[in-house]
Each structure stands twice: as C-alpha cells, then as structure tokens.
C-alpha cells in the first residue's frame, strides 16, 4: 500500500484559499479512488470530496460544494484539495484516503489507507 502525507495546511482568514496536497510514496495511488476527510475539533471525522482513478468524477460534501475541488495527478501520485471562500467551519485536521476498492464513496469505513492529517484553521 501507498503511504499518504498531507501537506499545505495552515491558518488563513475566512474569505480565503488554501491548497491541500497529498502525496503517496510507494505504490502507485491507482486504480484506487481517493477521498478527502476532515475531523473538526470534538467533532467526529466527515467526507469532504472524493474522486475517482481517472480524475473523471467527483463528489462533495454539501457544505464545500461550489468552494472546494479535489483533483488529481496520478502521474505524480498527488492528490489536491483546493478549497476556496474558506469559513471558521471548516477549521479542522484534514486526510486524504484511499479507496482501493475504487469505489470513492462519502464512507469512512470503505477507505482503507489513510494519511496522517494536516491541521487547517480559519479565523473570522
């Protein structure tokens, strides 16, 4: 399996941008369909978007649709996360996640390979 390290979190004021990246090292991230997660504090962790092997179809929480857009580069074996009018409620530790079953779902639990998290904070 792939290690996944996520990077480009940080603190950012509401109104603003930030780009996650995750990087897997080792195997190749594919065919598996690959997700970001997000855990706020005292919050359980929730689907944020998810896209498929070919980087053709893509899904997304209601609360980030039309503000974040996963991609990603399998020649590079990255996975982004640009997440754009950024507010308070989406501070939080962000993940990226493979599905090796490819099925790039909005569940926790059909994601077997996991990254470490990056912390993302939005001030008001």
């Known amino acids: 399996q792939a290690q996944l390290v996520e990077s480009g979190g940080g603190s950012v004021q509401a109104g603003g941008s930030l780009r996650l990246s995750c990087a897997a090292s080792g195997r190749a991230i594919g065919p598996y369909a690959m997700g970001w997660f997000r855990q706020a504090p005292q919050k359980e962790r929730e689907f944020v978007a998810a896209?498929?092997?070919?980087?053709?179809?893509?899904s997304y929480a209601d609360s980030v649709k039309d503000r974040f857009i996963i991609s990603r580069d399998n020649a590079k074996k990255t996975v982004s996360l640009q997440m754009n009018s950024l507010k308070p409620e989406d501070t939080g530790v962000y993940y990226c996640?493979?599905?090796?079953?490819?099925?790039?779902?909005?569940?926790?639990?059909?994601?077997?390979?996991w990254g470490q998290g990056t912390q993302v904070t939005v001030s008001s």
């Open positions: 896209v498929n092997w070919r980087g053709t179809i893509t």
């Open positions: 996640a493979a599905d090796l079953a490819g099925r790039g779902s909005n569940l926790e639990a059909d994601y077997e390979n």
